[in-house]
């Protein structure tokens, strides 16, 4: 799935990315509003991953995700 469609489908995403990272708060959640680089820099912080690292997770959960 591209970016766009999870920036354009982000309220329904939300609890997809929280299963993923629950380590990220509801308000980091409205915070990021479906911004790659805002969920990336909140996963780098919370989990202590690389700028790499969290690119590639969000990479990989993106790719995963699919809408009936």
């Known amino acids: 799935m591209d970016w766009n469609r999870v920036e354009g489908n982000w309220k329904q995403l ?8 629950g380590k990220l708060t509801d308000d980091d959640l409205d915070r990021i509003a479906g911004q790659r680089d805002q ?3 909140a996963i780098q912080e ?3 991953l690389e700028k790499d690292r969290a690119k ?3 990479d990989a959960w993106c790719n995963r995700q699919t809408f009936s």
């Open 14 to 21: 939300k609890g997809k990315v929280k299963e993923q990272w």
């Open 39 to 41: 969920l990336e820099g």
């Open 46 to 48: 919370r989990y202590g």
């Open 56 to 58: 590639a997770d969000v």
